[in-house]
């Protein structure tokens, strides 16, 4: 059985390697007996996994010790509750940068929270308007001084844009949702408050939320702000106060212990920043394909593009899945393509992309 290349926004492509290891492991790891799906998370032997995965991540990521690292569940889109719920009480109010449909929704769920409980929530800027097509530039962001934080979010998957800076908020910390960000390049995070992040793009399979915070931003949450999902129940516990994602947390350290061999996230970037500079090269080459983004604000995560012609972007799609390529059909808000491209797809996927992007133009242009 052949593998295909899978360009799916996520769950995504896992590095080959990591499988291979995984499935060898699968009966007994390490001598224990065992699977690691099947283990006691109290037991030594998770344990010291769990320990080692934090550990690789302080040092892939450069992680500065002030920082709690923690492992948690519900998906990003249980932070766009989390959030708000953990630091909005003190001043109460937040700034939400819009950039795409996650960063909606996720000024949507604190809204939702602010109105409940008397706080405030404000757009400081948004290119809705423009059909999301670029990142909001520093001086168009009207920040509020007194804000308990800004949230942005870093790489807009559906839309296929990324923010090229880290916006200057000041004194007020800085939320980012970085699920389709983190692990493909360096980050400093010492420029932000907390980052969050669903494990499905870039770091294991679904079911794992990595959350970064710097820890003098826990332990004043919202009233009745439930026991799990207060930062500083988890942070206390190191991530144990019930079971955590055992195994998506496993596949994160192999995930980890990958990007380390093959040169860490400078290498990484790197790679990341040829393979989207081969799609982007060529859209711009041909007036065959359109991509809606400034240039300026491409994501090399995700790379939107269209026919500018449903019909055939329907054929598209289908013919790439015939021809090995699998779910290259665009977000159904967006319409058009959307090509993936996290750490795991191999330069050869993209190169094959490539080739058929040129053949389907042949044919149809
Ligand atoms: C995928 C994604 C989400 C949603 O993640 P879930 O884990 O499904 O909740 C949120 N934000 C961004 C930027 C994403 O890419």
């Not at 009207?142 to 908020?169: E, F, M, R």
């Amino acid at each position: 059985m052949a593998r295909i290349y899978n360009f799916s926004a996520g769950p995504s492509m896992l590095p080959e390697e990591v499988l291979r290891q995984a499935a060898d492991e699968m009966l007994d790891y390490n001598g224990s007996g065992m699977s690691v799906m099947e283990m006691s998370h109290r037991s030594k032997v998770y344990d010291e996994i769990i320990r080692n995965t934090e550990a690789m991540f302080r040092s892939v990521m450069a992680i500065p010790d002030n920082y709690k690292v923690l492992f948690l569940q519900g998906g990003a889109s249980m932070q766009f509750a989390m959030v708000p719920m953990n630091l909005l009480a003190k001043n109460g109010v937040a700034d939400y940068v819009l950039s795409g449909n996650f960063s909606q929704k996720a000024w949507e769920q604190a809204d939702a929270l602010a109105k409940a409980f008397g706080k405030t929530v404000n757009i400081a800027a948004s290119t809705k308007e423009e059909k999301y097509c670029r990142i909001p530039t520093q001086k168009e962001l009207k920040l509020a001084p007194n804000a308990d934080y800004v949230h942005i979010c870093s790489n807009n998957t559906i839309y296929g844009s990324a923010w090229q800076y880290i916006p200057d908020t000041g004194d007020v910390p800085l939320v980012s949702d970085m699920s389709s960000y983190i692990l493909s390049r360096p980050v400093d995070v010492s420029r932000f408050g907390l980052i969050y992040a669903g494990a499905q793009k870039n770091i294991a399979p679904a079911g794992l939320t990595l959350v970064i915070i710097r820890e003098d931003l826990l332990g004043e949450p919202l009233p009745g702000t439930p026991i799990m999902l207060n930062y500083a129940t988890m942070a206390k516990n190191d991530s144990m106060y019930n079971t955590p994602p055992c195994w998506p947390i496993y596949i994160s350290l192999l995930v980890l212990q990958w990007i380390e061999r093959t040169g860490g996230l400078a290498a990484m970037q790197q790679r990341n920043e040829e393979k989207a500079a081969l799609l982007y090269n060529y859209l711009d080459s041909t007036t065959f394909y359109q991509t809606g983004i400034a240039p300026e604000d491409r994501s090399i995560m995700n790379v939107t593009f269209t026919t500018g012609n449903e019909e055939l972007d329907a054929k598209f799609a289908k013919e790439s899945a015939a021809a090995g390529m699998s779910n290259l059909k665009g977000h159904r808000a967006v319409g058009g393509m959307r090509a993936s491209i996290y750490n795991a797809m191999p330069r050869q996927g993209v190169e094959a992309l490539l080739a058929f992007m040129k053949n389907f133009e042949k044919a149809n242009g």
